[in-house]
């Protein structure tokens, strides 16, 4: 359910049929052409798709091997035809259950097949519901560390194990944040620190030892799941929260109405989030299991 | 002059009695023979895991499914054959369990007492059949340990963790997935 109060519905409705007529031709006015060739395949990106800009993807909770999940997989590797991303964040539980060889085949390598094959590269982070020995799995990029930082485009993205943040890991955490000089520093772990989740929801314990450090040293923009749908979160102190649990099932109707910390939310089906970075900016534009975009937008980053 | 004698016998008598109870409850603070104690142990584990570790090949830092499962296998079986004579309590014997148990209950009270079993209790790991040297079911939930009671906690070295299956605090190995010991009634 799109979290929209019901008397705006029909507003909701007009605004994105609008969107739908008048926004192609803009984007077809951009000189790159990106919108041709989202037209020619009858997917819509509303991402700049600038040349040299960091493309990725994001999404969690999806190593299940059902077919919701392949399904939302062939979504993925259609859009990956017209925004070219070649890096994929997880947000964890990234293999429900047992996970042997068969289990990682089933549940992730013939899921995103397309996208490995085209050389896109997963980084993960752990989950509850995934075994801390997933950390030397090939295609998670972990390099047997269950936390670790990455650097692309001048962006800095911190993978927390927030299944358990003791305190080795929160120093680390602290001296590589705190040096850090990249224009963007964001952050990616399983238990979301804000969520308006019935299930879950805000991780009160999370959230009191990690937000402060995010707030003192400017960390932008956090990709987080265990809540199963997505979630944009108001900004708290200048942060931007973001919950992708969706990628493998859905917990509809989860997310509370009327919570105040939703931006905008959707928990009616699967989704997957797609991000590119230009220089001072984020945009993002978070797609369905049917291809329907249901949140789109831009953060301008924080000035030091 | 015997009335007051009296008195004094009751009065030293009242000192020992309140000595000896503070000495037994711990009114003085932690604990901190039984953590010293508790940590000998770990260590001693710590070491017979090195050595142990030690006979197989490391694991490559990208590697294949089926090697992240033989290396878990051959290490836990290894583990469980080194270590079958494993009781409960060899590491966490009474004495320390008394203060995590301490420990604990200090730590949350309250809303944070609530919201701890709230955590423990919503996991999916309830099944799990909790014995001592037995191997920790790869299905079942790795329960978040809440990272205010990770400070409070004893530190654990890198392969070891605390983690909660319905009451009992258990010991687990990492990377072996193997309980090395558990204590009961450690939710406040």
């Known amino acids: 359910m799109m979290k929209r109060k019901t008397n705006s519905l029909f507003a909701w409705i007009i605004a994105v049929a609008l969107f739908g007529t008048f926004s192609a031709d803009a984007l077809s006015a951009q ?49 990956h035809q017209v925004f070219p991303y070649d890096t994929a964040l997880l947000t964890g539980d990234n293999i429900y259950g047992t996970d042997t060889a068969a289990d990682m085949k089933l549940k992730f390598e013939d899921v995103y097949r397309p996208l490995l094959d085209s050389g896109v590269k997963f980084y993960a982070s752990l989950g509850n519901h995934d075994a801390p020995t997933q950390r030397f799995y ?90 199963h749908f997505y979630e944009r979160v108001k900004p708290q102190d200048g942060i931007h929260y973001f919950v992708a649990g969706a990628g493998g099932k859905i917990r509809k109707g989860d997310l509370k109405d009327r919570s105040p910390l939703t931006a905008t939310g959707f928990d009616a089906d699967l989704s997957f989030m797609l991000i590119e970075f230009t220089e001072d900016e984020m945009h993002f534009q978070v797609i369905s299991r049917s291809g329907a975009t249901v949140d789109s937008g831009m953060i301008r980053r924080k000035p030091n | 002059m ?10 030293f008598c009242m000192a020992l009695f309140t000595l000896s109870a503070v000495g037994q409850k711990g009114f003085s603070g932690p604990d901190r023979a039984a953590l010293a104690d508790f940590q000998k142990r770990i260590a001693a584990y710590s070491k017979l895991r090195a050595r142990i570790a030690g006979g197989f090949q490391k694991l490559p830092l990208k590697a294949t499914p089926e090697q992240i ?21 060899d590491i966490l014997t009474p004495r320390a369990a008394a203060e995590i148990q301490r420990i604990i209950s200090t730590g949350y009270v309250g809303e944070d007492r609530k919201r701890l079993r709230e955590t423990v209790f919503e996991a999916e790991n309830k099944t799990v059949q909790v014995r001592a040297n037995a191997a920790y079911p790869e299905a079942s939930e790795l329960l978040e340990m809440p990272p205010s009671l990770l400070l409070a906690l004893p530190k654990l070295p890198k392969e070891l963790r605390w983690r909660f299956v319905v009451d009992r605090l258990l010991l687990i190995d990492s990377d072996a997935l193997l309980i090395i010991d558990y204590m009961t009634k450690a939710l406040p």
């Open chain 1, 31 to 79: 000189s790159d052409g990106s919108a041709v060739a989202s037209a020619a395949s009858g997917l819509r990106v509303t991402l700049p798709k600038k040349d040299g800009s960091l493309k990725m993807l994001v999404f969690g909770d999806s190593g299940r091997g059902s077919k919701e999940q392949y399904e939302l997989g062939k979504v993925m590797a259609d859009y």
């Open chain 1, 138 to 227: 090939q295609h998670f990029n972990m390099n047997g560390k269950e936390y670790y930082r990455l650097e692309k485009n001048n962006v800095a993205f911190y993978a927390l194990n927030s299944t358990y943040l003791d305190k080795t890991q929160l120093d680390w955490m602290v001296s590589e944040i705190a040096k850090d000089t990249n224009r963007w520093k964001i952050a990616f772990f399983h238990h979301p620190p804000f969520s308006s989740g019935g299930r879950h929801g805000s991780d009160k314990d999370v959230k009191a030892m990690i937000h402060p450090v995010f707030v003192k040293h400017g960390v932008d923009v956090v990709f987080t799941g265990h809540d």
């Open chain 2, 2 to 11: 015997k009335r007051i004698s009296k008195y004094w016998a009751l009065a």
């Open chain 2, 69 to 89: 499962e033989a290396h878990k296998s051959a290490l836990q079986k290894a583990l469980m054959a080194s270590r079958r004579n494993a009781r409960r309590g």
